[in-house]
């Protein structure tokens, strides 16, 4: 007769193996292979098959296994055939846990919305008071000419070769001056940015200033 635990060969006779000392009493048939099995074997070890009987349960003082169907105490946090936890969080309350964001969690992403909000609507009113008082006052004396669109840094590089022609503010240079006197100063730069305006390039505006107005540095 084959030992049971280790294998190896015995007498038909022996109640204990000779190698390892397990006991060879069979007193357990498993009922669902019909394998042997040591008597105090839980589990069939050929199929794994649950080897204690399950026992009825007596209402009230016993809780079933939800693993091996085995009966428990009450009290018993733990399957004692199968080890499988007993008490388990019922599902519906876990299902209420995870159905959703709490109401305080939803307050709070729709507080931090309306300061996100509040912060921007703050930060563009700031915005355009910057570029309020930055942008050039209507009465400044140097205006573009109505035909627009030069580039002022080409104007002031026309204008940094002549003096005001107006011969009435002690012939400042004409990139400074902002007289606005009979061909003073801001009469001639609405003349260069008109000329730069249709597209003549720097050289070629000079050259209609001096006509024009003259006194060309």
């Given at each position: 007769?084959?030992?049971?635990?280790?294998?190896?060969?015995?007498?038909?006779?022996?109640?204990?193996?000779?190698k390892c000392g397990a006991s060879q009493?069979?007193?357990?048939?498993?009922?669902?292979?019909?394998?042997?099995?040591?008597?105090?074997?839980?589990?069939?070890?050929?199929?794994?098959?649950?080897?204690?009987?399950?026992?009825?349960s007596v209402k009230g003082t016993q809780?079933?296994?939800?693993?091996?169907?085995?009966?428990?105490?009450?009290?018993?946090?733990?399957?004692?055939?199968?080890?499988?936890?007993?008490?388990?969080?019922?599902?519906?309350?876990?299902?209420?846990?995870?159905?959703?964001?709490?109401?305080?969690?939803?307050?709070?992403?729709?507080?931090?919305?309306?300061?996100?909000?509040?912060?921007?609507?703050?930060?563009?009113?700031?915005?355009?008071?910057?570029?309020?008082?930055?942008?050039?006052?209507?009465?400044?004396?140097?205006?573009?000419?109505?035909?627009?669109?030069?580039?002022?840094?080409?104007?002031?590089?026309?204008?940094?070769?002549?003096?005001?022609?107006?011969?009435?503010?002690?012939?400042?240079?004409?990139?400074?001056?902002?007289?606005?006197?009979?061909?003073?100063?801001?009469?001639?730069?609405?003349?260069?940015?008109?000329?730069?305006?249709?597209?003549?390039?720097?050289?070629?505006?000079?050259?209609?200033?001096?006509?024009?107005?003259?006194?060309?540095?």
């Amino acid at each position: 007769m084959k030992c049971i635990q280790c294998g190896i060969e015995n007498p038909k006779q022996a109640k204990f193996c000779k190698k390892c000392g397990a006991s060879q009493v069979i007193r357990t048939r498993c009922a669902h292979c019909n394998a042997e099995n040591s008597g105090d074997a839980t589990f069939c070890a050929e199929c794994g098959e649950n080897l204690i009987p399950v026992q009825k349960s007596v209402k009230g003082t016993q809780r079933k296994c939800r693993n091996c169907g085995q009966f428990n105490k009450l009290d018993a946090l733990l399957c004692a055939a199968c080890g499988e936890a007993i008490i388990r969080a019922p599902r519906e309350n876990v299902q209420r846990r995870s159905s959703g964001p709490s109401i305080k969690t939803i307050a709070l992403v729709i507080g931090i919305i309306l300061l996100v909000g509040f912060l921007v609507e703050i930060g563009m009113t700031v915005f355009k008071q910057d570029r309020s008082s930055q942008a050039p006052s209507s009465s400044a004396p140097i205006r573009q000419s109505s035909a627009g669109g030069a580039d002022e840094a080409q104007v002031i590089a026309v204008a940094r070769n002549f003096i005001c022609a107006c011969d009435g503010c002690g012939e400042k240079p004409l990139a400074s001056c902002e007289c606005d006197m009979p061909r003073g100063a801001v009469e001639e730069k609405n003349f260069i940015r008109e000329k730069l305006s249709e597209g003549l390039t720097v050289k070629q505006v000079i050259e209609l200033v001096d006509k024009k107005y003259g006194h060309r540095i």
